[in-house]
């Protein structure tokens, strides 16, 4: 079943903008976690937020969770080419079994 | 290290026949992760492990599925026998802790 829902399912933007996508979650957890997956490949571990945390920066990310609305977002700044891929968000459910359960992702397109 | 690795890259078989998805999980991580993902379905959670021992099976999808993790550096999925349905993109991850997975390269699985 899936814990975390993305949305938009795709967002198409020209690059040098911004990219938010958004994903809520359904119940409660220690930590959110956000992917990226190319065309074809595994997916790769962006960042992870604790529960306790609000807010997060790595790069050009910068990643938010608000516990009260089970929400979080992934900001992507000045996009480039590269970051054409999925995204997804991960749960870790706060109910000491450890899984890690992943939503069905964002598609973004940089368009040059 | 060399990462997740995963074995076949690409495995093409009829129906009925056995499938054995092979993973060797990053030295040193104790969490071992099946997932399978479908345009359908996202990513689903199969089973995973920790420390060798199976924690939660409960996304197996039937009995045709099993997994196994003799040892720490080895871990097989094996469909017996398999259907057209199965056909998806199988991956290990491995993780230590609460901390993001490392993902291998995937397995896409046609069964005909």
């Known amino acids: 079943s899936q814990q975390g829902e993305e949305d938009p399912q795709a967002l198409s933007i020209q690059e040098g903008e911004n990219a938010t996508m958004n994903c809520s979650y359904k119940?409660?957890?220690?930590?959110l976690q956000w992917y990226r997956q190319n065309s074809g490949r595994g997916l790769v571990h962006l960042i992870l937020?604790?529960?306790?945390?609000r807010e997060k920066h790595s790069g050009r990310l910068r990643v938010t969770l608000d516990t009260s609305k089970k929400s979080s977002s992934l900001l992507i700044t000045a996009s480039r080419a590269a970051d054409t891929a999925s995204y997804f968000c991960?749960?870790?459910?706060?109910?000491?079994?450890?899984?890690?359960?992943f939503g069905k992702g964002t598609r973004l397109h940089i368009l040059p | 290290d060399a990462g997740v690795i995963q074995s076949p890259r690409h495995e093409v078989t009829e129906m009925g026949q056995e499938v054995t998805l092979r993973c060797k999980p990053i030295?040193?991580?104790?969490?071992l992760f099946w997932y399978r993902q479908t345009m359908m379905r996202g990513l689903e959670l199969l089973i995973y492990?920790?420390?060798?021992?199976?924690?939660?099976d409960s996304g197996m999808p039937e009995d045709r599925f099993s997994a196994k993790m003799p040892n720490a550096s080895f871990s097989t999925l094996k469909i017996q026998p398999s259907e057209p349905r199965d056909s998806a993109v199988y991956f290990c991850?491995?993780?230590?802790?609460?901390?993001?997975?490392?993902f291998g390269s995937g397995t896409q699985l046609s069964v005909l």
């Open positions: 937020i604790r529960s306790n945390e």
């Open positions: 991850a491995s993780s230590s802790g609460p901390r993001g997975l490392f």
């Open positions: 030295s040193g991580h104790d969490y």
């Open positions: 991960a749960t870790e459910a706060m109910n000491r079994d450890d899984k890690i359960i």
């Open positions: 119940t409660s957890i220690n930590n």
């Open positions: 492990f920790n420390n060798n021992v199976p924690i939660d």
